[in-house]
């Protein structure tokens, strides 16, 4: 039987993680240049490494063909493809090269959707949280760890915000564990798809608690989108089983470098900043 997902993969040139910090990221091509690198402002395919640079090589498609060659930026610490450096100029890439980049090996492949299908299902079953779709907490940790360096070494603000269902418990005992665990699922949801205008993970910190990280965002940014989120679940209807709730959601916010200059600072302070908007009633924010 033909598995109809498969029509979702393009066969489009991929790069996916062999060994190293990122060990399993999957970045698809897209465009006709992607910069490699451990900036997640400056780099396309952004490499979780702290022997890698900012900006470390650069992958273009060769014009008027499918084609891809790398060019390393000339950071000094090199960029090779199946173990040989780059030394001038560009080395074109074939399905299979590996390329090397600090700590971490990469594989090209070139067009092959059903190694993109299985890429893309491992990446979701390693990285996902099986109820939100939200990033899995230690990826997230990585990521916030990678994130506040970023920050600092660049002199930007960081903000975390910390969020928590007011009446879920309330829920649990009226309805039942399989209305509540829907709407943890469902705020999961609205929080991944929020249309906050900033580059974000989040993930599921506990049972019904969330936490978010926005890079390059101050204070006053991260109340505003904390308030989204607030207000999307305060009117959106939960209805499971033709059994309908009305869950309301706290938040608090913390931002660097005012707040914190850990990551564990920076969640401790947003936490009590959200015990500070439950303590008011819930369904409300505050820092």
Do not use: W
């Not at 063909?65 to 950071?75: E, P, Q």
């Amino acid at each position: 039987m033909e598995d109809k997902t498969l029509e979702k993969s393009s066969g489009r040139p991929y790069l996916v993680v062999l060994s190293g910090p990122s060990l399993g990221d999957f970045f698809v091509l897209e465009g006709n240049s992607s910069i490699l690198g451990n900036d997640p402002f400056r780099a396309d395919v952004v490499i979780r490494d702290i022997e890698v640079e900012p900006e470390h090589a650069e992958l273009r498609r060769e014009p008027d063909s499918s084609g891809f060659v790398i060019r390393d930026l000339g950071t000094g610490k090199g960029t090779s493809v199946n173990g040989e450096p780059i030394k001038d100029g560009t080395q074109p890439l074939h399905h299979g090269d590996r390329i090397f980049i600090g700590d971490s090996a990469l594989e090209f492949v070139s067009q092959d959707p059903l190694r993109e299908h299985f890429h893309n299902e491992i990446q979701r079953l390693i990285n996902e949280d099986y109820l939100t779709g939200l990033t899995v907490k230690n990826r997230f940790d990585e990521e916030f760890e990678h994130a506040l360096e970023t920050a600092r070494v660049q002199g930007l603000p960081l903000s975390v915000l910390m969020a928590d269902i007011d009446n879920l418990k309330k829920i649990n005992d009226a309805y039942g564990h399989l209305v509540g665990e829907f709407i943890v699922g469902e705020i999961g949801r609205i929080i991944r798809e929020s249309h906050i205008q900033h580059e974000r993970c989040a993930t599921r910190f506990g049972g019904d608690e969330y936490q978010i990280l926005l890079p390059g965002t101050t204070k006053q940014e991260a109340l505003e989108a904390a308030e989204e989120i607030r207000r999307e679940v305060e009117e959106y209807a939960f209805e499971h089983n033709g059994t309908a709730a009305n869950p309301t959601i706290s938040l608090g916010v913390a931002t660097y470098p005012e707040d914190g200059q850990t990551t564990i600072e920076l969640t401790h302070a947003a936490d009590e900043a959200l015990y500070r908007a439950k303590r008011t009633g819930g369904n409300a924010i505050s820092d």
